[in-house]
């Protein structure tokens, strides 16, 4: 098998431009590749081929809803952590099997393995951490950073020269709200977070998985859409294979009182994804994450120069990826989804 981390060059135009409107809003009709067919003046049947190549390609990693976990009712947190460099495989492969870590990164700093970790309401955040990480040989110490605000969310790729579109998500986190999920609510989210599968109908085969007719389905996530509690219903790329081959989390250093300023206005550039305000500590004061994308390291670099320009700050840090030990996405009511 190949590589999945081998960079790839997407070459046909048409395909660059399937991957931008895949990634943007997904049509949530009973025919959506009807509907991005017409947009590119081709037959539904040669997108579902074209798309089921890029699967197979590894360049489209999965179509589905992504949600907000606060608003499911989840609690979610970035944990850095200082491991020995003797041991960082070793724990970073054995915190990649929690089904609540969606994304386990080494990186480049003392604080050198970084993830997300996402617990269902019955869980304790500062108990769970405790669990998976005091009983590791080699690890040191470990911050817990929750998003105190979130100024941007949502990666874009482009892949064709496309302008970055509306729906790459720029908003409050307190938009987000937790509400209780009736057992069908439950149901749709279950089937909405799995990979669509490339049939003319796809919603139709979702929903009869879930016991909900194809109607039901379509409202609910028009409505979850609608009320913030889906950021969007889209396909996310392989960086690597889809020839961003560099990117960072850069760390801001900037005073309270200037926070959300800066925030704004880090979150308007186009190759930043996602940018968030956490906690600090003495010995870590950073409050602003920015995660940033490029083709190229030296296109990291020019990108790196504009936001110093943007925000009128040059005190970060830059921490870049040294080895990917999982990247997925949540799966929520997990015992539900498998069932």
């Avoid at 952590?81 to 041991?87: D, R």
């Avoid at 915190?95 to 269902?120: M, Q």
């Avoid at 859409?225 to 990117?247: I, P």
Wanted: proline content about 5%.
């Amino acid at each position: 098998m190949e590589d999945e981390n081998q960079l790839s060059i997407v070459s046909c135009q048409l395909d660059r431009q399937l991957l931008d409107l895949l990634q943007t809003e997904f049509p949530l009709v009973s025919r959506p590749w009807d509907s991005i067919a017409e947009k590119l003046s081709i037959s539904s049947a040669e997108v579902m081929s074209r798309v089921s190549a890029l699967k197979t390609d590894g360049i489209i990693r999965q179509i589905s809803a992504i949600f907000d976990s606060a608003a499911l009712g989840y609690t979610s947190a970035l944990i850095a952590s200082a491991v020995s460099a003797e041991q960082i495989d070793a724990v970073g492969e054995a915190i990649a099997k929690h089904p609540g870590v969606s994304h386990c990164y080494a990186r480049d700093h003392y604080f050198n393995l970084w993830f997300t970790l996402t617990l269902e309401p019955k869980h304790d955040m500062k108990t769970e951490i405790e669990w998976l990480l005091a009983g590791e040989e080699g690890v040191d110490r470990w911050l817990v950073l929750p998003a105190i605000q979130v100024f941007k969310i949502g990666v874009f790729l482009p892949m064709a020269g496309t302008d970055i579109p509306a729906a790459r998500v720029i908003y409050p986190k307190s938009a987000s709200q937790s509400v209780p999920l009736t057992g069908a609510a439950r149901a749709a989210v279950i089937a909405l977070q799995t990979d669509i599968p490339i049939v003319d109908t796809p919603f139709a085969e979702l929903s009869a998985k879930a016991g909900l007719s194809e109607d039901d389905l379509l409202a609910r996530a028009v409505s979850f859409r609608d009320s913030g509690a889906m950021r969007r219903f889209a396909a996310v790329l392989r960086h690597n294979r889809a020839g961003f081959a560099a990117n960072a989390m850069v760390c801001w250093r900037v005073e309270q009182e200037q926070i959300h300023d800066i925030g704004q206005r880090l979150a308007t550039h186009p190759s930043v994804s996602h940018c968030y305000e956490r906690p600090t500590f003495p010995d870590w004061p950073y409050p602003l994450y920015t995660m940033v994308h490029s083709r190229r390291d030296d296109q990291l670099h020019a990108v790196l120069g504009e936001l110093e320009q943007l925000s009128g700050f040059s005190d970060h840090l830059v921490l870049q990826s040294v080895r990917e030990y999982k990247k997925t996405r949540v799966i929520y009511f997990r015992g539900e989804a498998s069932s």
